[in-house]
C-alpha cells in the first residue's frame, strides 16, 4: 500500500532555512501536499505540487518534487518562530472513484531564537 | 470564512462507555474524514463517507462506527470505548470539485479513556 515518510524532527535558528524532507512510494500519486499543523489546531494546507512539476515556489516555500526518487521537499527560507509547527508531508493517489491522502507522521520543527 | 467544527475540543470518558464525536462543515463538501492522531504514528483514516449515508472503512476502523445522515455532519461513534482509543481525533472534509482536493480540518478533540 502507500507509504509516507518523513523524520520526526527538524531545529534550526532563527533567520536560517529550513529544509524538511519526505519520501513515498506510490508512483501514480497526482498531488503531494505540505500540511502544516500548529500547536491545539488542526492541520491546514500550506502548499501542493502537481506530480508532473519539479518545482513550486511561494513566497518563502520552495517545494522541490523528485519523482524518479519519489523525494518530496519543502525549503522555508529565514525562518521564523512562527513557523514552528508539525509539517506533515501527503500524497494522494487514484484508489477506485476515491482519491485517497496518506499522511506521513509529521515532523516537528522548532525554531530557536 | 471556511469552517470545520467540532464539538467538544476535550473529552473525557470511561471505559465501556459509548461516545460520540461530532463534525460539522459549512462548505457545502461532498467528502468528510475520520481521522486519529497519535505520536509517532501520525494521521491514520478512521472512516470517510463521500455522500449522505454513504461511508468508507479506512485504515483503522475496527472499534468505530459513523452516521452521515445530513451533507454538513459526519459523526463517529466509539460504541464501547478502551483505554486504546485515548487519542486525538480530527475531522476533516473536501469538495469533490475543486481541483487540488485540500482537505480541511476541524481543530481536534482530545479525547481521553480512563
Known amino acids: 500500500g502507500e507509504d509516507v515518510e518523513q523524520s520526526l524532527f527538524l531545529s534550526v535558528r532563527e533567520g536560517d532555512s529550513s529544509v524538511i524532507n519526505c519520501t513515498y512510494t506510490d508512483s501514480s500519486s497526482t498531488y503531494l501536499y505540505w500540511y502544516k499543523q500548529e500547536p491545539g489546531a488542526g492541520l491546514q494546507l500550506l502548499t501542493y505540487i502537481f506530480s508532473n512539476m519539479d518545482m513550486k515556489q511561494d513566497q518563502r516555500l520552495t517545494v522541490l518534487l523528485n519523482k524518479k526518487d519519489k523525494h518530496l521537499s519543502l525549503r522555508i527560507a529565514d525562518t521564523q518562530t512562527g513557523d514552528s509547527a508539525i509539517y506533515f508531508c501527503?500524497?494522494?493517489?487514484?484508489?477506485?472513484?476515491?482519491?485517497?491522502?496518506?499522511f506521513g507522521i509529521g515532523t516537528k520543527l522548532q525554531v530557536i531564537p | 470564512d471556511v469552517k470545520v467544527t467540532q464539538s467538544s475540543r476535550y473529552l473525557v470518558k470511561r471505559t465501556g462507555e459509548k461516545v460520540f464525536l461530532e463534525c460539522v462543515q459549512d462548505?457545502?463538501?461532498?467528502?468528510m474524514f475520520w481521522y486519529r492522531q497519535d505520536p509517532g504514528l501520525g494521521l491514520r483514516l478512521i472512516y470517510f463517507?463521500?455522500?449522505?449515508?454513504?461511508?468508507e472503512k479506512g485504515d483503522i476502523p475496527e472499534g468505530y462506527s459513523v452516521s452521515r445522515e445530513k451533507k454538513e455532519r459526519f459523526s463517529l461513534i466509539l460504541e464501547s470505548a478502551s483505554t486504546n482509543q485515548t487519542s486525538m481525533y480530527l475531522c476533516?472534509?473536501?469538495?469533490?470539485?475543486?481541483?487540488?482536493?485540500?482537505?480541511?480540518f476541524g481543530p481536534g478533540t482530545r479525547l481521553t479513556v480512563l
Open positions: 463517507s463521500y455522500d449522505v449515508k454513504m461511508k
Open positions: 501527503a500524497e494522494m493517489g487514484p484508489s477506485g472513484g476515491y482519491q485517497k491522502v496518506t
Open positions: 476533516a472534509s473536501s469538495s469533490r470539485t475543486s481541483g487540488d482536493n485540500e482537505q480541511f
Open positions: 462548505m457545502d463538501h461532498e467528502n
